[in-house]
């Protein structure tokens, strides 16, 4: 027969509600209390029954992955981290894909509600609007987002410092002698994007004010990178330097740039944002700004776990360093002071 919670409390010399606060971590018991439970589970070769559990909690051992694309290789890098946590922990992960698609986006997250999960980690398509922030309130689970969290402040946040890492890119081409610079970004507006772009015409202006931003937009992919350089170069063949708000999206202005007989970083010099691992192998390899998706991943987790079990939490929010990484993917056009920057791996 399989061991109950009632075996470990005749064991431990406890009451049944004792051993199962200390197996669920909640509050009330001891330390000692806890270590003589979870001591006395060991012995017993306890398993823990899931399915009871959820239909005590309402919820599952399980939580949700809600992603723009995972074609992103920065996504993949986050889901590695979430994942990693969540097992540690005896979590699963459902993983869901939006398409870059708001609507597909909130479909998935009503799925994983009907799953009972414990938690979400979400990374939303473009700025939620009154409406989804109020469903996503009313399904009272815990929620972290990897968008700035602005006017909805209920929700734990992870990101990185995007504002900074636009300025990184923009001080650097700039200072290289890059006057005449294309922005590729999104075509929705995303709190996210935002920042890296207002960050980025702050660190052009920092250094030069007679710099020239151009900013296209289109899908945030490698096709829609691949599209929106081969517009770029079309609308202003001056352009000396193309930042791209993620390196998916540098990928396919590369892919157009080679395409239309011209090189980087002699003709173009390409910086990115993320340095997911294909950012140093591609050729030339990419120079990029570092965000650490694999720690984001596991820091998300860790907030959901927390706030799981307990009600009444305070939402947490994590902001992550952003690194310039120099590779072989940018010029000088002139002499220029030396920026400060890690060579890539």
Known sequence: MPVTITDIAREAGV??????????GRYGISAAVRERVLAAARNLNYKPNLVARGLVTGRSQS????????????????AR????????AGYDVVLCNSDLDAGK???YFRSLLSKRV???LMNSVAALNQRQLQEIREAAIPVVTLTASGRH???STVICDNFRGGYLAGEYLARLGHRRVAHLTSLRRHPVLAERARGFAKGLQSVSRDAELLIFRGPHNSRGGYEMAHRAMAAAPGITAIFAANDAVAFGAMKAIFEAGLRVPDDISLIGFDDVELAAIVHPPLTTIRQPGYEMGRAAVEILLRQADREGVLPEHRIFDVELIERQSCRALQESPAVGCRQGR
Do not use: Y
């Open 153 to 155: 402040r209920f929700l």
């Open 15 to 24: 009451t049944p509600s004792t051993v199962s606060r200390a197996l669920n």
């Open 118 to 120: 414990a938690g979400v």
């Open 105 to 107: 986006q909130m479909a």
């Open 81 to 88: 981290g979430a994942e990693d946590e969540a097992n540690a």
């Open 63 to 78: 939580l949700g992955l809600l992603v723009s694309d995972i074609r992103n290789p920065f996504f993949a890098e986050v």
